[in-house]
């Protein structure tokens, strides 16, 4: 265990990132030596090409959408800290979260409202804080096999955004989206198991 305890060291801000993630000292171990696998050429940072290594990713209908979520503005590089702090939304709320959080501190990465924010971004491709109609549908034809049609895709993108969209302003905003959730297991859709 010596070894290892001299890993921990090499982390960058693993204090601030274990209270920020809320994942345990081994856990940030773990990832970290997953982040310096991942990084082919020890660049440094983890491209592209490096995230669509991750199985989980690669088998996730959205994976793509979620790797795009590790470079939000236009960055091409996704360092060690970054890359945490996305994975952080995929952490499955367990026992390290019992009892440890200062209330005073900001809500977990891992709470349902913040996988609830993630889940969204990746619908609301132009950010305007709205779900269209047409996002909703590249999204759907993303999920959805080739067994249905083009025609039908529009017909359940339509009803989807009609069913949740209670202003009538024909798109829906992130409470909408929340609301027409509420009754969604999200813990259990939105826990990806990056370490295996
Ligand atoms: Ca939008
Ligand atoms: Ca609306």
Do not use: C, W
């Not at 979260?97 to 619908?123: C, I, T, V």
């Not at 132009?126 to 779900?131: E, H, N």
């Not at 009538?168 to 992130?174: I, L, P, T």
């Amino acid at each position: 265990m010596g070894s290892r305890s001299s890993h921990a060291a090499l982390i960058p801000d693993a204090d601030s990132l274990r209270r920020e993630t809320g994942f345990s000292q081994a856990s940030l171990l773990r990832l970290y030596h997953r982040f310096r696998a991942l990084d082919t050429n020890k660049k440094g940072y983890l491209s592209r090409m490096d995230l669509q290594q991750i199985g989980a990713l690669a088998v996730n209908p959205l994976g793509d959408r979620i790797i795009d979520s590790f470079f939000p503005d236009g960055s091409l590089q996704v360092d060690f800290p970054d890359f945490v702090r996305v994975l952080a939304h995929f952490r499955p709320a367990d026992d390290e979260d019992a009892g440890l959080r200062d209330p005073r501190e900001p809500e977990p990465l891992n709470s349902r409202m913040n996988k609830l924010r993630f889940a969204f971004q990746l619908y609301d491709l132009d950010r305007d804080g709205k779900i269209s109609r047409h996002e909703m549908l590249q999204v759907l034809r993303l999920m959805v096999g080739v067994q249905v049609t083009e025609e039908q895709l529009e017909s359940i993108a339509e009803r989807t955004v009609q069913e949740a969209d209670e202003d009538g302003d024909g798109a829906v905003s992130f409470l909408e989206f929340a609301k027409s959730l509420e009754k969604m297991d999200i813990e259990q859709k939105m826990s990806i198991r990056i370490l295996k």
